[in-house]
């Protein structure tokens, strides 16, 4: 088995992770964590470098050059991190036309990368990982979401009333990060937290006819949202 493998497979253990988890918080196939472990291929340098940022060690470490790391990979010690893109506004707009996203997520040109544990739900379906956007506007500014912040959306954690959500609605398509709300009737309410904004309801003809679509929940900014009362 080739070092990398060999190294891989430690730290993955150590930390508790499955191959499964690893590949979701690399963006890879689960085969490919297989492959790599077991000397099948390789991973590239630009695998390696994202392989080191997600397992919290060195590059050194993980292709065997040194063995300093070691005494640090225990179980629970490590936290690892997910990397998000940071995408624009049109790209978003794209995945709400139901063009899928993993194209999208290819043209971000800046990620971040940010605990895994952050984000709830993880979903192994590269169609619905965690994303990063830029805010445009100050309705959210009384729920810390302010204006230019940058939030971090996951569009496979489950979404309740109150909660911060990114939206795609009307006949424009507007984006927009709201608080939402489901009432007993079938209707949905957006909310801004700036009551210079108004309400916007949604009945069951206009979600019939994906008015609005709900593309993710907000996860955190610089601090986590307030829920909406």
């Not at 040194?66 to 005494?71: A, G, I, L, R, S």
């Not at 790209?91 to 043209?107: E, M, R, V």
């Given at each position: 088995m080739h070092i990398i493998g060999e190294r891989l497979r430690e730290i993955r253990r150590k930390l508790g992770i499955t191959q499964g988890e690893l590949a979701s918080l690399v963006g890879v196939s689960e085969t490919t964590?297989?492959?790599?472990?077991?000397?099948?291929?390789?991973?590239?340098?630009?695998?390696i470098n994202k392989l080191a940022k997600v397992l919290g060690v060195s590059i050194a470490y993980l292709m065997g050059e040194?063995?300093?790391?070691?005494?640090n990979i225990k179980k629970g010690s490590i936290q690892p991190v997910i990397e998000i893109p940071i995408l624009d506004q049109t790209?978003?707009?794209?995945?709400?036309?139901?063009?899928?996203?993993?194209?999208?997520?290819?043209?971000a040109e800046q990620s971040i990368f940010m605990p895994a544990s952050s984000?709830?739900?993880?979903?192994?379906?590269?169609?619905?990982?965690?994303?990063?956007?830029?805010?445009e506007g100050d309705s959210m500014e009384g729920a810390g979401i302010p204006d230019k912040s940058t939030v971090v959306v996951n569009p496979a954690e489950e979404v309740?009333?109150?909660?911060?959500?990114l939206v795609i609605f009307g006949i424009m398509r507007q984006?927009?990060?709201?608080w939402i709300f489901f009432k007993r009737d079938g209707n949905i309410e957006l909310r801004a937290a700036n009551p210079a904004y108004p309400p916007l309801i949604f009945d069951k003809e206009d979600i019939e006819n994906d008015m609005i679509k709900i593309i993710g929940?907000?996860?955190?900014?610089?601090?986590?949202?307030?829920?909406?009362?």
């Open positions: 964590v297989w492959n790599w472990e077991n000397g099948r291929r390789e991973p590239r340098s630009s695998e040194t063995d300093m790391d070691h005494e790209l978003i707009a794209c995945a709400g036309q139901g063009n899928g996203t993993d194209n999208i997520y290819a043209k984000f709830g739900v993880i979903s192994v379906d590269l169609e619905k990982k965690p994303f990063a956007v830029t805010v309740y009333d109150g909660d911060p959500v984006i927009a990060i709201k929940k907000v996860m955190y900014v610089i601090n986590k949202p307030k829920r909406g009362f």
